[in-house]
């Protein structure tokens, strides 16, 4: 109420002298016609009586003087005539002024030129009086003055000011009820409604979509209040799941825990990441931009520990928009909601894109490692673009962290190879990581590279490096025991060169679980429904329904997952018209030759297999090729009897981990590929060889035929160990193992140690 009526005193004021001031000048300019019209009236009069009576003042007709006065003497507003002679004596004179005046005041003292006229009081009246010079044989005879009663004019000053007065009061009254019903209807009811809905939250009777208030007025309000309240919802749901931990003695690790567990390893230090891919990236829309968020898991690990530190993230800057987003040190706080940490921009030009993403890092790196069957293709000129990129990165990094002590450095994947010796050559005060999420092959393949030795070089610069499985550590550590002067310490998994050590270790990457479906989902009916509402919308009328998500990438096994469904429907046709599967393919790389030539295989394997087996209203494979947001993705992997994971050779493969973790029915079948990480892990999965396409049609069969109660036990099985070691551990685990590795200190060097020579080893 006190703001009402502050609101409704401040409007009133406002309007009050606004009224005011216009009314004032409005006042004047009434004035200022009516004066001059009267002076116009005044001015025709006597020009008109200065003709006549000129000749008689000539003849000395004093008489017709009067006679010619008092005829005029009667005009509205006209209070009276009078002639003086030169010596400023009435000769002829109006008998109402007589009345009024003294004749002697109306009397002109002086006139410029041959006419003058004044507004004056006289005896308490305000009257207009107007002289005009007479003369005879162009000598000046006498003086006419005509006087008008002016006092109208101010009696319509008086009643316009009361008018303005009453006008100003009923505006007042009207502004004040107005304004009064406004606050009511348009801000207390809102606020009072948002008020009753937060209250409501806040003791949770009711979820953040459900009841909220709308109006557009309060609507960015709304929005602020409504990322409070999931922040504060967030919070709750985490304590609530910390509290729930701790009485169940469980060790599971959550965004919050993380936070508390890199805030007590990292001290006063700072985290800086680098990556190639952004977590936020801009991209125009008109003159607007839009903010993206790629989808990647990546981000929801490492998220929750710059959040913690105040950490920076060094990104390629690819958004269209990124560079208008940026201030000049080309950094933008993020989240944009919530801003707890600096993102740093580093920009490409297309030729070093071209060069040192596409060219070297996924023509030569990615196809080297992977080991399936595509050639790697080495240039001088894509090593030269690799090598200026990661100098770029370095110098980058560098720069942020000039003004820190003992910065920690987590650099990410095989396009930062060189970056760990970079920064440690200016910085050994620094704690450097690199994580490697793809294998790492054995000494002969990766022996294939030109530069093997200053790749290896690079790396061995980390304090740090990591990989997926135990396996891919072996393989590295045998590779730089080969091709590269150093002692490896395989009892502690290290390598030592140069007096600077190096430790390898295995962290499995992992996903987080997803907020769990309503209870109704994991009804197996329900379940039912949804999946054949999701094939009608494909067009698709089909009983068992199989998924698969992948990148359209040579290494995915996704031909070969078509060819072993191909068998499958020709060992047990009696599947045919009632399994369908769902190939999700989001397209990448596409400006390399390699992966052009593969998606036209596989869209031609699709139509292929469909031609065979299709009928009116149903075919065996769907081939999605576009980008899916994560929502549309989990509606497949909540419905679907089977997701198939057929990698040729892969790091860890999430697609597996992502499926378990959003299968809160427990319910459903993971057939893997065994040259997956997650195979090491995932043990209760269906485990095939990809390139066994008869075992891979069987393994489709007993997935689609397995006793509900095996299936509802290998999943759960699956689902505690996701839910165990989750992104979370595995970003835990990352941080406090850099950040318990010990630095040699400048002036005290390791002692060296006696190294093997690659023709020893």
């Not at 997701?643 to 427990?666: I, P, Q, Y």
Request: aromatic share 10%; hydrophobic share 40%.
């Amino acid at each position: 109420m006190r703001l009402s009526f502050r609101l409704i005193f401040a409007l009133v004021g406002v309007i009050l002298l606004v009224s005011v001031l216009f009314s004032y000048f409005q006042f004047r300019t009434q004035k200022r016609s009516l004066q001059q019209d009267l002076q116009r009236r005044a001015q025709i009069l006597g020009e008109s009586l200065q003709e006549s009576i000129e000749p008689l003042l000539e003849k000395h007709s004093y008489r017709n003087l009067q006679h010619l006065v008092e005829r005029f003497g009667n005009r509205e507003h006209l209070a009276g005539i009078a002639i003086y002679d030169q010596h400023e004596t009435p000769i002829a004179i109006t008998p109402g002024l007589t009345n009024r005046f003294l004749p002697s005041s109306l009397a002109p003292s002086r006139i410029d030129g041959n006419s003058t006229g004044e507004f004056t009081w006289v005896n308490t009246s305000y009257v207009e009086i107007y002289a005009v010079a007479l003369n005879v044989n162009h000598n000046f005879a006498g003086t006419l003055v005509v006087v008008h009663d002016a006092g109208y004019i101010n009696s319509q000053s008086s009643s316009f000011w009361y008018k303005t007065f009453i006008r100003l009061m009923v505006e007042v009254l009207l502004i004040a009820i107005t304004t009064l019903l406004i606050i009511r209807w348009s801000l207390e009811g809102p606020i009072t409604r948002t008020v009753q809905w937060m209250r409501a939250l806040r003791t949770g009777k009711t979820s953040i979509t459900r009841d909220a208030p709308a109006h557009d007025l309060f609507t960015p309000l709304q929005r602020e209040v409504t990322t409070l309240v999931e922040s504060l919802a967030a919070a709750r749901e985490s304590a609530e799941q910390e509290a729930r931990l701790r009485e169940a003695a469980e060790s599971t690790w959550t965004a919050e825990r993380l936070s508390v567990h890199v805030r007590s390893k990292l001290g006063s230090s700072r985290l800086f990441v680098v990556s190639n891919r952004e977590p936020y990236m801009h991209a125009k829309e008109g003159k607007t931009l839009k903010l993206q968020i790629p989808a990647s898991g990546l981000v929801t690990a490492l998220e929750p520990i710059l959040r913690a530190c105040d950490g920076t993230w060094i990104a390629h800057g690819s958004g269209d928009g990124d560079r208008e987003a940026v201030d000049r040190n080309d950094r933008l706080r993020v989240p944009p909601d919530d801003p707890k940490y600096t993102l740093r921009r580093v920009w490409l030009s297309k030729d070093e894109e071209e060069g040192y993403y596409y060219g070297f890092a996924n023509e030569g790196l990615w196809p080297l490692c992977h080991i399936a069957h595509t050639r790697p293709i080495f240039r001088a000129s894509d090593w030269e673009y690799y090598q200026e990129v990661n100098r770029k990165f370095a110098d980058a990094v560098l720069k942020e962290m000039a003004d820190m002590d003992s910065p920690v450095v987590l650099v990410q994947d095989y396009h930062f190879a060189l970056l760990p010796k970079l920064i440690k050559a200016e910085r050994p005060d620094a704690r450097v990581a690199i994580f490697w999420h793809i294998p790492w092959p054995n000494p002969e393949a990766f022996g294939i590279c030109p530069w093997q030795h200053e790749l290896l070089e690079g790396l061995l610069g980390a304090d740090l490096v990591g990989f997926h499985i135990q396996s891919h550590c072996d393989n590295f550590l045998e590779t730089v025991n080969r091709a590269v002067q150093s002692r490896v310490e395989w009892e502690h998994f290290a390598v030592n060169r140069d007096g600077h050590l190096t430790v390898v270790r295995p962290f499995p990457i992992s996903v987080a679980m997803p907020a769990e479906e309503p209870a109704q989902s994991h009804d197996r009916s329900y379940t039912s429904t949804r999946r054949h509402a999701l094939l009608r919308e494909l067009g698709v009328d089909a009983l068992f329904l199989g998924v698969g998500v992948d990148r359209v990438d040579y290494t995915k096994g996704i031909i070969e997952r078509f060819l072993a469904i191909e068998r499958f429907l020709q060992r047990y046709p009696s599947y045919q018209g009632k399994f369908s599967f769902v190939q999700i393919g989001a397209p990448s790389r596409t400006r390399i030759r390699r992966y052009q030539e593969f998606l036209d295989q596989v869209e031609m394997e699709a139509e292929r297999i469909n031609r065979l087996f299709q009928t009116d209203r149903w075919k065996p494979l769907i081939f999605l090729n576009r980008h899916h947001s994560h929502a549309e993705i989990m509606q497949f992997y909540r419905t679907a009897d089977l997701c198939l994971v057929t990698s040729l050779h892969d790091g860890m493969n999430l697609v597996a981990k992502e499926f378990v973790a959003s299968r809160d029915d427990e319910d459903g079948v993971l057939v893997l590929s065994r040259f997956t990480g997650a195979s090491r892990e995932l043990r209760d999965a269906l485990v095939v060889n990809p390139y066994d396409i008869e075992e891979m049609s069987e393994a489709l069969r007993v997935a689609l035929e397995m006793d509900p109660k095996d299936r509802r036990a290998r999943m759960q099985h699956m689902r505690q160990m996701v839910k165990e070691q989750n992104i979370y551990r595995w970003a835990g685990n990352l941080i406090g193992e850099l950040c318990q590795v010990r630095l040699e200190r400048p002036h005290e060097p390791r002692k060296q140690e006696k190294a093997i020579t690659p023709s020893a080893a």
